[in-house]
């Protein structure tokens, strides 16, 4: 039958062009796989040791801003989105409100470098022993400097500090004290393996680390972060614990980057470019119009303090978006232009944690000296005496002051006023506006751990 | 396997039949009239009582047909009439045959297989067809506009009021939460793309991130179709019928027929419609009526008060209707349709042309559609036939700017936030446009004014069509008849978006990068082929009278790559992104699917029983195990009385069972790294926030329906009902997992989704005289959903694409509907923190410390739908209309949100709950800054009158005095959204701030306002 014939001919023509099952391996064409880059692993080494910088850079102007706000530095004016202000400003502790701020982020990081371990151990055949070991250094250091931003967000809630293969695994939340233990653990397992690290990372460093690019170089960033912790541990503990961390706070600074005769921007910075895929500084002057200053910036200055006019303009009067909120005529030139880079840890920083360790080690001279490295170089002000810091209170306020106007828009006055006890120093505005002493977690963590049915993985702050 | 045992009696029989035997004829010869007058019924069929295949008659309605010597039973039947069958006795030579009218349209096939068809009396589930007399009542924007009102068991809601349309077709309610949402369209044959992409315009808005964004006003392209092309469109709703299109038919299968030639003279037709539109709603703005009043809002708003006391120094400014001004273009819009249709036997035409041409209400926009279709049918021989299709279209948008934004560029946006007291509708002495000095003034804001007659966006699309589909007969004998069909389908389109918002806009600088370029290009490729073979069995005995077994093979392909390209920081003039500073984005997919399948249609007891039933094997590159297939079977069957008592024509019943399936999304399979952006001009790899899933798998709808269909009182009374019942099993999730896990989503297969609904309709025709006619069908819809056995590893997880509690969004919570809005609201809280029961609204002005939760505050499902569909004519007058109510479903109304935050809504003034306080500002501390998020989830009810349409056709005698060529002369006068009575605050509760979506469909903000036409043609026919 020739036409049965032509007829099966036909069916089967078909069912091998149209069924064939080869015809639906059908690649991915938007995302790279584990795959692919397990099939050039330094080059997915490159790519992810960048990935981490940008994905520390994500935790940079966010935080900055969203500290700012809560300590009274800054507003986000944006003229349609009132939440920008009363979610910070009214209703801190709405776990569903603005003024949750950044939380993902931080475990996003943590996340990035638990995959970026696994990268390095795909390319390690590649890698000397050497290579290896400043690639761990530098990771263990981006997870300390990680946690310890989150804990400085949520404070006294503490929080989880684990990460697993496991996407669905919930680690407890632990206490502050115990994350401060775990960020400074693995700054101090991070400086071990620097220190076996050679002499270079086997992937570019961004032009931020200028001076801190090497495995030696960048131990010295790594003890400029441990020496922020050591610091705040020790603001916030008492009786010999304290003197102990400041202490080791002390010996940290001295392994770190710090020189009080050098310039005071010398550090670690984020960076920031306008070209495509880049990223810009979303606190520059130029473009963000609605981030203004708090108007008490102003008065709360010491006549003459050079950091004013350098840090803050005048701007027609800014009015909020929403009622019961105040109106500011100041802004921020603190950040000049898109790509202005902007500070993780820098010298200035590092003088004043020495001044603040050194002071509460009883070293009052070297206290003094420090702050008036910052005070005289940085602030054109007359320098302090030791009758002016005699007492401890005294110091404090005195140190406060320089921090404040030193570190302006680099997201440290919250978190200083309120490991110093001094949370009620900061302005309340309207009667309708309260101090918040941390950000709340999140609906969807509190969702995700309330669906546990585990008590013991509940998060604190949700309802 | 089951299906096989289904199939083995049916082999057996093939087998057994013995199909050689001679058997002697006759021919019979007749006409075929109107009843009461000698008019010839012009596309009658008749056949042998039991076969599939007859003659048609020709254009004088006469036939000759084949018959066996002995006694025969002949059918008559023509769509638009109700059927006859007569006994003819042996050695009849002739039989004339007068057909009734068929108001209820009970006389259609409908659809059952890739190659299949069944009557529509016999059909096993509920069905919907839409006549093209009954979609073109009233030009609209695009098709969906036409099928409102008119597909029971679907809610059709435009998007947009904007020119080119928009909008979305659900039918049963959601079925997915992750994966495609919209039905499948089936267009001859071809398997239509009725993706949405974005033509680039959020790198202007900057609404969300990117270049292209879901919130940019976006068609889908669904408004290619040109309704003049279509003859009919068939809605299968049931997962008993759309399962034979196998994992993409869980949302439907909307089958759609382009018209084709019939032989004889060629028939020329030419309409030509113009029109004028204008907007039905708009939301309005404050009055001012004094400079305190002025000053206190300038003082609440942080603007500039000495402006403000300049713009009152000659008294109080004239109230601008910024709305009204901007939205005032009605300048006519026109249709012009050509078409042939023609042939002889072996070869039919039919050729179309239209050339659209819609005004947009606002400045500058409209929507141009042009396009040209040639079918051919043609047969070589006896046994073979082919029919081919072609379209053409090419679509140019330029559509505004509308929805979300966020650097105050979307008008009726930036209309909330700018007094009515200025003017803005006006150029300086040197031609320029005035800038609006308030909301922050400079860059920050914008002149709606400048921004539609300056700014340049548009969208241009360039569509090819095309379907080809050959029958052989390979076999005939008897009464077996065994055809092989090939079926290939094209739809291939170029998208091409064009923005160009030059340095001279006022916002331009905020980027500090003025003049932007931005060029969005779309290419898509669809592809389906299918090869099938029909064997017809039509013994013609009691028990059996006859069968249809289809089976066949299935290949699908659907490629798109979009990629947008943007400059910022342009030379001068130049509307090249190539220029500025640049930046791109790219998402390409590629789907590929086969399938084989495997059908029957019983039709037993002298065709009072059918029975339905199949298997079709599914698999797809898009599943996790791209080898596996997956089986969706069918199986349904109806019992039709003929005539079982006095006053009843006919009772059928019927019930239906199917599993369809809903295929994952491109990539949803894969674990993937992601791009972290650029650092230092270096590419970054860093960990994906969603973690794909290799074991994903199609999420499978499962159905039972049944009902009933009737005809009463010699087909004067129609009554359907249909009450359906699905699980959706394995559903595709998306949830959100605890942000400390680092992740952001997992993808997985999991829980279910219940939809339980109820459709009915009636159709009377209380008048039907040699003058008179009226007919009336009034239809009812309602359905209820719930998410089920969510596993325990899946929290309650809000849907992508909302924004946010503080305006209410979709959640899916084990309990609930996914159509629930849930947002803040204040709660009185039990010991244990649990929530007793909301507080009322307004409590947080008194009370700011009450406690907020999230709870469920409204719900988008409407409880039911009802349409009203009437026609009227006497002689050769007609009148019909078409009124929609929609009870219930509500909106988050974001845009009564933006007028009361900046102090502008249009009854900000009238007094409110609080004595102290006017409604805007109630309204607004009430909502206290999303913490009690009910203020504005509003009721969306309404009562439409979404078509009327008064036509004179001119009588043939009367025609034919014009000129004798004349065959047809008709005028219609034409209205569409005619009113809309809602007491609802915003423009339009139907429309969606992200077009498209399957969840979180009832967001509306600063929307396109609604566009209200009116036409008048003239349709002549040659």
Redesign the interface.
Known sequence: MRIGARAALLTGAVALVGCNADRLEVPNYNSPTPDGAAASPLVALAQASAGIFTQMRGLGTGPVQQFGIYGREAFNYTPQEGRNTTGYLQTPTDNTGFGVGTFGGYFTLLRNTYNFRQVVEAASQSLTAAQVSATKGFTSTVEGWDMLLYIMSRHDLGGPTEITDDPNFIAPFVSRDSVYGWALGKLNTGLTELQAGGTAFPFTVTAGFAGLNTPADFAKFNRAIAARALAYRGSLSTGAARTQFYQQALQALNASFINPSGSLDLGAYHVYSTAAGDATNTLNMVTNLDLVAHPSIVPDAQAGDRRLAAKIRSIPVKNPPVPNAISTTVAFSRYAAQTTPLPIIRNAELILLRAEARYFTGDLAGALADLNVIRTTDGGLPALTAADIALEDQFITRLLYERRYTLLLEGHRWVDVRRFGRLNTLPLDHPSHVRAAQMVVPTQECDSRKNTGDASLAAPSCP | MRTRFVLAPLVAGALLASPLRAQATRDITGKVTVVGTNAPVPEASVSIFGQPVGVRVNERGEYRIRVPAGDVTLLVRAIGFQRLTRLIPPGAQSADFSLEKDPLQLEQVVVTGTATTLEKRNATTAITAVSSVDLSRAPAQSIENQLQGKVLGATINMNTGQPGGGGQIQIRGVTSILGQGDPLFVLDGVIMSNNSNSSGLNGITQAGGGIGGSQDGVVNRLADLNPNEIESIEVLKSAAATAIYGSRATNGVVVIRTKRGRAGQTRVNFTQRVGTQSPERIVGSRRFTSLDQALEWAD????DEDLVRELFAGGVPAYQNFQEQLYDNRDPSYETVLSASGGNDRTQFYATGTQKVEQGTARKTDAKLQTARLNLDQSFGTRLRASVGMNFTRNNLRRGISNND?I?ISPI?IFG?TPSFIDLDKKDESGRWVENPF??GGP?TTNPFQTFDVLASSEDVYRTIGNANVT?S?FVSGNHSLD?N?QIGVDRYQQDGNQYSPAILQYEL???LPGTAIEANVNARNLN?S?NAVWTFTPGWYWLTGATTSAG???EEQGQNVYRMRGRGLLPGVPNFNQG????E???????D?A?YVNTDLRLMQEKLTISGGVRAD???ANGD??KWYYFPRASASYLFDHPFNNVDNFKLRAAYGQTGNRPRY?DR????????????????????T?GNPGIRPETLNEVEFGFDGAFLRQRVAVEATHYSRVITDQLLSP?????????A?ILNAGELTNKGYEAALTVVPLQTRDWNWSSRASYQTSKQQVRDLP??????PVAGSF???YGRSYIREGYSTTAIWG?APVELDAQ?NVVRQLPIGTLITN?ST????VPIGDANPRYQISFNNQFSYKSLGLSFLVDWRHGGDVANMTNN?YD?GQMARDYDAPSPIDTMTLGQYRY?AW????DTRVYVQDGGFVKLREIALTYDVPTSLAHRLSTRLSSLSFQLQGRNLALWSDYWGADPEFNNFGNTNLNRFIDLAPYPPTRSVWSSVNVGF
Request: net charge positive; charged share 15%; aromatic share 8%.
């Open positions: 609440n708003r942080g603007e966020n105050g946006y936030y909301n922050g920050n052989y390979a092989i090939a905020n980027d500090g082929s090869l093979l299935v290949a500073q640049q930046n791109s790219q998402t390409r997919t590629l789907f590929r086969q084989m698999r797809s590159s791209r080898e990539g894969d674990l993937t790294l992601a791009s972290g952006g650029v650092i230092e001009g270096r590419p970054t790899l860093v960990v994906a926030g973690i959100a997992i605890a942000p400390t896990s680092g992740f952001g997992l325990p590893y899946v929290p309650p997880f946010g509690d503080a803040n923190g700011p406690p907020t939760r999230i933006l935050e501390r206290a800054a999303g913490r």
